[in-house]
């Protein structure tokens, strides 16, 4: 599976953006995806999955951020409001057949390249 992810950018604390993740090469409708982001020195850090029906946050982005997919597409979003300066980082997206666990990152198979978000005070 192959996965691209674009969307970052620069924004204002309190903005939106959206990302998004292209997969290809697969089924994308088996696998739970994931996005993921990394700020400078520090180590990768969860912040949304979707299994099935189901959805998953990260306790900083939770009620800000929604995740959903598409499956015509095999694209998964990820919406993000309110955006703080904390927020900034890489934000990369995931894929694994697995279920569970799906918080932490070696349970996943295959990266996206990341996408940069930069938000300012």
């Known amino acids: 599976v192959q996965l691209q992810a674009y969307g970052g950018g620069a924004v204002q604390a309190g903005g939106s953006l959206r990302l998004s993740c292209a997969a290809s090469g697969g089924s994308f409708s088996s696998y739970t995806m994931g996005w993921f982001r990394q700020a400078p020195g520090k180590e990768r850090e969860f912040v949304a999955a979707?299994?099935?029906?189901?959805?998953y946050y990260g306790y900083s982005v939770k009620n800000r951020f929604t995740i959903s997919g598409d499956n015509a597409k095999s694209t998964v979003y990820l919406q993000m409001n309110t955006l703080r300066p904390e927020d900034t980082a890489v934000y990369y997206c995931?894929?694994?057949?697995?279920?569970?666990?799906?918080?932490?990152?070696?349970?996943?198979?295959?990266w996206g390249q990341g996408t940069l978000v930069t938000v300012s005070s």
């Open positions: 995931g894929a694994t057949r697995q279920s569970r666990y799906v918080r932490f990152a070696d349970r996943y198979d295959y």
């Open positions: 979707a299994v099935g029906g189901s959805t």
